[in-house]
């Protein structure tokens, strides 16, 4: 056994069975000893994100938990079952990223550089003691920096960069945000501030409007405002606006701000066209907390479009050269424009308490929950 | 005046006026010589496309219609009228593209050239006796072909052409179409027989899909069938087709559309994916045969993508040498893949009398009307 490597740790387990049964456990697993090309990491920070909650319970009904023997199960009802036949009876780690310290290394150069060092890592199985990884594949934080501080380092900064990178690589010099108070919200008015990018942020209270234009936001509107659809049209006619990131998903927001951007561009038409404006509106769903139906009220001519949008799918089409300055960026800039900010640290056997469950699965705008899984032991 | 210049012409007009009144009427304009690098058309057939009819009727509110010295008009909903500011009290000339006989050309030799021939013109203002062109700008008809025959020339011939290029430039492989019966569909089949491209044509009646399986189609499905979905799914396994063009737009026929994209495709998964395949699945809306809300049920992942598709603008994407071979190809196969069939020729007068309007207006599949601005004077 490689020095530093304490052969074994705790790992969560999330399992749903054929007979439509989420069982969530913890289980004790090998820590392999590092390839030359691999370190061995102790994770000490990972987060819960929205999409850690999709393969941690996917669609089980919570009413129906119970714990027993500090294992957690409830029922999948059946309907869901066909869409999750790939995953059926394959007890499946969790948790997409994190940081911790290099404990063990690999006899290359790269590797062996990396031990005693905070490093951040994306990829699975987070939710556990010891993870895994290629020397290359993780990502060193500056001296300084505590695992906490580095746990939020690719789902959130890289999605935020990923919206203005999309911005940019499709012709469009100004975006809107909607859900705009999260973490995420706020790396993303951060961002626009440093790079001078007009955005549009689309809250649903007042209290988020005050956390984002407490950070400096100019534009932060408030769907439940009787004239919401009136300041949007404004708003997107003064900064052109002509992109937009949704993170509701259902509903008729999203078709809303496509209509309230071809009312900001006819402003300026000078010529009837039957088909709406020549310019291309697009609205991106990047994620569901409305999971109804998407209605659209097709108003805004025929330049226009609707997609999902996906960090994974975003990296790939960019290629490794141009992800990899973007995550430089967010190593550089970990403590301002990318610091996250969680509820509370909870431990591996506290994420499988019911109560403690309920409060990490509400997804209250500007909560969220950091997993340390050396926490309790 | 110009050797075949006759000085003047019949053109129908449409009005919409401020105060909300439509007001169809025939127009004395003058003809002009050509410049030297145009030639006069004596236009003698032009198609009544759905594009044409929104132009001519705008949202009028037909319940109103009224016939009066050989004008016509009616009542336009005030809440329409915003968004037809930029036409507003402006008597507009209608017809988008059409075929007749040059009478008089200009100095230059490509005019020349086109002296007595009849070529295909588009670009508006075809509802009329003539029509002034740049002689680059028109489609020379082969020897032999009538305007009749050549009235048809762009919108439908390119738009089918373009819905299989948007599919070959997107890299998929082959292609779904809705409301497949019409005119364009039928183009649309014959150009994928030609070409070896699987389509899948999407239909509403027994008598529709007869019109489909008589020109060779192999996929043609009935939307009112009750297990139009399974079926549709089978043949978009079998096909493997990924992008759709559809004419109705509202309802759920595209958000169906894409379900089954994404359960054909899960059909071959191996591993489990929670955003669902990574393949990217597509659905342009083309038209507005149903002009409610189009409603998206997101049960495919997180890659596809909505969005309206003109051929305006995708001619403009491609730019005018690839534009000029796909109009190179339908001057070549005017009388085979891309011969129309109408229903009756009509005169300009005869365009402007309440029950012709009701019949043209229709919009039934399979029937389609041309103008033939020299009938009846």
């Known amino acids: 056994m490689a020095d530093g490597n304490p052969g074994k740790g705790l790992q969560l387990r999330s399992l749903i069975t054929k007979a439509g049964q989420l069982e969530l456990s913890l289980a004790t697993v090998e820590a392999p000893d590092p390839g030359p090309d691999e370190v061995l990491v102790r994770v ?19 009413s129906t938990l119970e714990s027993q023997g500090g294992k957690l199960s409830a029922k999948v009802p059946e309907r869901f079952l066909p869409a999750l036949a790939a995953r059926l009876d394959q007890d499946m780690p969790v ?18 550089a990396l031990k005693g060092r905070t490093v951040a890592v994306l990829g699975g199985a987070m939710y556990a003691q010891y993870r895994i990884a290629k020397a290359a594949d993780v990502l060193p934080l500056p001296q300084g920096t505590t695992p906490a501080e580095g746990a939020s380092c690719f789902v959130n900064p890289l999605t935020a960069l990923g919206m203005v990178e999309t911005m940019r690589r499709e012709g469009h010099t100004a975006l809107v945000h909607t859900a705009a108070a999260s973490n995420l919200g706020q790396m993303l008015q951060k961002i626009c501030l440093a790079d001078g990018v007009q955005l549009v942020n689309i809250v649903r209270s007042a209290a988020q409007a005050k956390i984002l234009t407490d950070i400096g936001a100019k534009h932060v509107l408030d769907s439940t405002s009787p004239d919401f659809v009136a300041q949007l049209t404004d708003a997107l006619a003064e900064t052109g606006a002509t992109i937009a990131f949704d993170a509701t998903g259902g509903g008729r927001l999203a078709s809303q701000i496509l209509g309230a951007m071809e009312a900001a561009l006819n402003r300026k038409a000078t010529a009837f066209s039957r088909y709406g404006s020549m310019t291309h509106k697009q609205v991106y769903i990047y994620g569901g907390l409305d999971t109804g139906p998407t209605e659209l009220v097709r108003s805004y001519g025929m330049a226009w479009g609707i997609g999902g949008w996906l960090l994974t799918y975003f990296i790939m089409k960019i290629g490794p050269a141009e992800a990899g300055k973007l995550r430089a960026r967010v190593a550089a800039e970990i403590k301002t424009t990318f610091a996250s900010h969680y509820t509370a640290e909870i431990g591996l056997a506290e994420a499988l308490r019911p109560e403690v469950l309920a409060r990490y699965n509400a997804k209250t705008t500007g909560e969220k929950y950091l997993v340390n899984p050396q926490k309790g032991l």
Chains 1, 2 share one sequence.
Not at 44 to 61: F, H, K, R, T, Y
Not at 95 to 112: C, H, I, L, M, R
């Open 44 to 62: 000490e920070a990972s987060p819960i994100n929205p999409s850690d909650l999709g393969m941690l319970l996917g669609p089980a009904d919570l």
């Open 95 to 112: 948790g997409n990223e994190g940081a911790g310290v290099v404990v063990a290394a690999g006899s290359d150069p790269a590797a062996q």
